[in-house]
């Protein structure tokens, strides 16, 4: 059983930063694939940026050149590094995982997270 359980959310000002953290707990994290998804009030849900187990990213249009996936194996632990917010960004983040790598194809990973608030202020 894999758990994942997501934290870094809060609120910013346009053109702030923040770094989300997703812990994974329960099984060998670095043969998983990692996806950052994000969903808005009344909006569905958006594949922000996907990482595989040999560390290659995919983003979604919308973030890229101001967010940057990473992970850290040896401490089980995905980041989403968030730059140059925008008041559009404002979303709750999610984490998600599964052995194979499906993009940015969120309902695809088999385990997910509860999720945190990120509120970006203009």
């Known amino acids: 059983q894999v758990q994942l359980v997501e934290s870094g959310g809060g609120s910013v000002q346009a053109g702030g930063s923040l770094r989300l953290s997703c812990a994974v707990y329960g099984s060998t994290y670095s043969y998983y694939c990692m996806v950052w998804f994000r969903q808005a009030p009344g909006k569905e849900r958006e594949g922000v940026a996907a990482i595989d187990a040999d560390g290659t990213t995919s983003y979604a249009d919308s973030v890229k050149g101001r967010f940057t996936i990473s992970r850290d194996n040896a401490k089980n632990i995905l980041y989403l590094q968030m730059n140059s917010l925008k008041p559009e960004d404002t979303a709750m983040y999610y984490c998600?995982?599964?052995?194979?790598?499906?993009?940015?194809?969120?309902?695809?990973?088999?385990?997910r997270g509860q999720g945190t608030q990120v509120t970006v202020s203009s």
């Open positions: 998600a995982a599964d052995r194979d790598f499906y993009g940015l194809a969120h309902d695809e990973y088999g385990y």
